[in-house]
């Protein structure tokens, strides 16, 4: 007797393999299907209000207008807004010739103000690491000019048992977006805190510099690789500098070559004139 047709599908192992071109195309529309399905059950919110947006990593109208975006003419040294430039030389603030910085150029991606903040405070005590990512991206694009100098990243490290509180670090998670977006390599192990410190927010200038005094250094085993590279540090924000100071004159120590510095945000009041 003939045997009936089996009605169900043959068992996956006896199947024939799907054209790989079709395979992709399937679960493209499946990435597609399902993130539809997730922006019904969850829309969009702004990265800093939670206001509805179009999609998802983006800032609603308002917060976008109230961000202090960073442009020229800047300080070279500071990565400040300048009222003002002239020329086509590199313009040095007032305060930039007085008090130079340990390190070689600063930039960043806004002034430090109520929307940076928020997002800055989101990932860095809320987890959300989905600010991350536009986040970084926006700094990959304001430091555009170090970045193409540079040949590795180095985030700036929490000591240990922060890190274990936290469970990750801010700075290596913003440098690691930037480095896939320009292809440089993340060195999180050339530059490690050594010593617990208090919280630099409430600290006066004095204060915050004494506080992370010492607080940094290169391991013995990251000294032979650095010496004489060109280095994007990275981090959140930049208040007073100091522990920016410290981390830069850790790696200089070291052997390091130029040393730059990327943030989110900077506190930027400076008002003075460039000098050229």
């Not at 280095?231 to 920016?244: E, F, P, S, W, Y």
Request: charged letters at 20%; glycine letters at 10%.
């Amino acid at each position: 007797m003939t045997p009936l047709p089996e009605p169900w599908p043959a068992p996956a192992g006896e199947a024939e393999a799907l054209p790989p071109a079709l395979a992709t195309r399937l679960r493209g529309l499946a990435r597609r299907l399902w993130g539809g399905l997730v922006d019904v059950a969850l829309p969009p919110g702004c990265m800093a209000c939670r206001a509805a947006v179009d999609a998802p990593g983006c800032l609603c109208g308002a917060c976008w207008s109230r961000l202090a975006f960073i442009a020229p003419p800047i300080c070279d040294r500071f990565g400040t807004p300048l009222p003002y430039g002239f020329g086509e030389g590199r313009l040095i603030s007032p305060a930039a010739r007085e008090a130079p910085p340990a390190y070689g150029r600063a930039r960043a991606v806004a002034a430090f103000g109520d929307v940076a903040r928020d997002l800055i405070h989101a990932l860095k005590y809320a987890d959300r690491l989905d600010v991350a990512p536009p986040m970084g991206r926006m700094m990959a694009r304001a430091g555009a000019d170090i970045l193409a100098d540079a040949q590795a990243l180095v985030p700036v490290p929490l000591h240990r048992l922060r890190l274990w509180r936290r469970r990750f670090n801010q700075s290596a998670v913003l440098a690691g977006v930037i480095g896939r977006e320009t292809g440089l390599p993340v060195r999180a192990g050339w530059l490690e805190r050594r010593r617990a410190t208090l919280p630099q927010v409430g600290l006066d200038r004095v204060a915050r510099a004494r506080n992370v005094q010492g607080a940094f250094a290169v391991p013995d085993m990251a000294k032979g690789e650095l010496r004489g590279r060109r280095l994007v540090l990275v981090d959140d924000v930049l208040t007073t500098g100091a522990t920016i100071d410290a981390c830069v004159k850790a790696l200089q120590r070291a052997g390091a070559g130029q040393v730059d510095v990327l943030v989110f945000a900077r506190v930027a009041d400076e008002a003075d004139a460039p000098i050229s």
